[in-house]
């Protein structure tokens, strides 16, 4: 299901968010705006006709980051395809995406209604004018960084985007406590002459933006193709049989390892169906206990008396019989620096 959030104001929280507002639009979008004007007129007539008896909608999905959420759009009669760059309306204003799917029926609980309009596949000079944003952020963040050392504030600015019509300009902070930055909006508006927004993101978010390599030794799952952030228990790393060291299941962002969900249905599914650590087992007509796991191979570690010898054995599933359905794990035997990685 796409993200919602771009379609309304910000609520997490935890988010220090503050905006300033200088300036007027630039005469050179007008013919833009005049040009959205009349598709969303033209869309409020067919929603009116259409959205109350609506249960499915065509929509089609756009990213505006490299490895960024996905949004879904009205297509309208376009003709899209994926990698299309396109000019689309959102809560913050005229935006620069990219189609990631291709058009598709999903039912109106997965998507914002109204539909926010493709405005029109973007043009020769829609590229040039967002290249253009583009390269003048680095200039942007070595003023912004200027103004937070004058003004000797406790954050660290991770990154900075104008919205495609340049009516705001929006700068991405982490900081671990609530920064009065009012003096630093108003000393970049009247630099910029344009809306400033700026927005505190928690630690999974900057560690997206920085990047940088797991304990695999691969670059971030965050920073190449983690959309979204999926909700990650200590539970998910029990049931996978992982050492609880903290040191071992959490990544950069000092929070819980995002590949700890990967695998995670696999074997919630298999705990269900394997006998646990300490479980008393049949083999044959011997009475065996369990004393290691395998979910990937279904093989089985099992202690048990035969011909008056204690052996250890490994087995398959089906070569034993639970006498029981084992015991459930006490999920609120986690101490609290476990249960830190989950906030």
Not at 75 to 104: A, C, K, M, Y
Not at 117 to 134: G, S
Not at 274 to 285: A, I, Q, R
């Amino acid at each position: 299901m796409a993200n919602k959030k771009r379609h309304n104001k910000p609520k997490n929280k935890g988010q220090n968010h503050h905006s300033h507002k200088c300036g007027s639009r630039p005469k050179d979008q007008d013919t833009l705006l005049k040009e959205l004007d009349e598709i969303k007129k033209e869309k409020e007539t067919q929603d009116r006709k259409e959205h109350s008896k609506q249960d499915r909608y065509n929509v089609i999905g756009v990213r505006f980051k490299r490895v960024g959420k996905k949004y879904f759009f009205d297509p309208r009669d376009l003709d899209l395809s994926i990698n299309d760059q396109v000019l689309v309306e959102t809560v913050r204003g005229i935006e620069f995406g990219e189609v990631v799917t291709t058009i598709q029926a999903v039912s109106k609980e997965e998507v914002f209604l109204p539909l926010k309009p493709i405005i029109r596949k973007a043009e020769e000079r829609d590229i040039t004018h967002y290249n253009k944003n583009k390269e003048e952020e680095p200039t942007i963040m070595d003023t912004c960084n200027g103004l937070i050392k004058k003004h000797k504030l406790d954050m660290n600015l991770l990154s900075c985007e104008y919205t495609f019509d340049r009516t705001k300009l929006i700068f991405y902070f982490s900081a671990e406590n609530r920064v009065d930055f009012r003096q630093l909006v108003k000393e970049l508006a009247s630099i910029f002459k344009t809306r400033i927004e700026l927005r505190q993101i928690g630690v999974r978010d900057a560690a997206k933006y920085i990047g940088g390599l797991g304990p695999c030794g691969r670059v971030l799952c965050c920073n190449t193709f983690l959309g979204d952030f999926d909700t990650v228990s200590i539970k998910m790393a029990k049931k996978q049989n992982l050492s609880l060291n903290p040191q071992k299941i959490s990544g950069a962002c000092g929070k819980l390892l995002c590949c700890l969900r990967y695998e995670s249905e696999y074997y919630e599914e298999m705990s269900h169906i394997l006998p646990k650590v300490g479980e008393t087992v049949m083999v044959g007509n011997i009475n065996a206990r369990v004393i290691g796991v395998n979910a990937v191979t279904q093989n089985i570690k099992v202690s048990m008396i035969e011909d008056d010898e204690q052996i250890i054995k490994k087995i398959n599933i089906d070569e034993l019989k639970r006498l029981s359905n084992g015991h459930d794990d006490d999920e609120n035997d986690i101490d609290d620096e476990l249960k830190a990685l989950e906030e």
